[in-house]
């Protein structure tokens, strides 16, 4: 069975002031019944952790290198040594600003692992692409380069963000979220085998919020959830907790 997971990234959001909404999160779910991750700016990492309790911290992007000459990048290892255990890969903001190519998702992911950490990897359609009907044949190329062999439910979560849905306040249809989850669903049965397949947790992202997130987890093979703007406010990503934790 997937892990049910609430997951949030900070994006470029926050200094240490705001690790009190950490705080305010874990008084609030001192022991969540579903994952809860929060991916912030690596400069938090560490004072996150020192103080998120059962919360698990990630970084939101690692050098596929372990070490080296790459000024401003971040390896596998410090994340790991700072005190995350996940890491977000691919996100469609890091592709779209950092021209990042699925193979190079798939060496980032690789270095997570080898470091220790679950590797997030982000995939989903611009809205030129789904306007197109192109949907699933992006996702699918997406997943099949992205995703390294190897990759388990333990080590791998694959989350499902269209890119016009990131940041907008708009969401795909239900329906059109449950036609891309079968999609995934269906897609890792065929090349990791379908026991394997049934351990994945697929995330939905993409502007969800508390008054959406109940209806998105009722559909079936979405996980839970990666929230961006939503997580960053305790009033916010805990009522999106609990509506997982409902389920
Ligand atoms: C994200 O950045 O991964 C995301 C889903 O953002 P938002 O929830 O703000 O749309």
């Known amino acids: 069975m997937a892990r049910k997971i609430a997951a949030g990234n900070w994006k470029m959001n926050g200094t240490r002031a705001a690790l009190a909404e950490v705080e305010a999160l874990v008084n609030a779910h001192p022991a969540p019944r579903v994952g809860v991750i929060l991916c912030p700016p690596a400069t938090l990492i560490c004072a996150m952790k020192a103080i998120a309790g059962p919360i698990a911290v990630g970084g939101q992007d690692c050098h596929a290198e372990p070490s080296g000459a790459h000024t401003g990048d971040i390896s596998a290892q410090q994340l790991c040594d700072a005190g995350a255990s996940y890491v977000i890969l691919g996100h469609s903001e890091r ?21 220790g950490l679950q590797a997030v990897i982000c995939i989903g359609e611009t809205e030129t692409e789904r306007d197109a009907g192109t949907t699933l044949a992006v996702i699918g190329e997406q997943l099949s380069a992205s995703v390294p062999e190897g990759a388990t439910g333990a080590n791998t979560i694959i989350a499902y963000e269209p890119v016009w849905a990131i940041g907008t306040g708009r969401t795909p249809t239900l329906a059109q979220i449950a036609e891309v989850h079968d999609f995934l669903r269906a897609e890792l049965a065929e090349r990791f085998g379908a026991d394997q397949a049934t351990e994945f947790s697929l995330l939905y992202g993409g502007s969800v919020k508390p008054s959406n997130a109940a209806e998105i987890f009722q559909v079936a093979n979405v996980d839970g959830a990666l929230v961006g703007g939503a997580s960053l406010k305790a009033a916010d990503f805990g009522p999106i907790i609990a509506a997982l934790e409902s389920i």
């Open 95 to 115: 592709r779209a600003d950092h021209a990042e190519t699925d193979p190079q998702v798939e060496a980032k992911a690789q270095a997570a692992w080898a470091a």
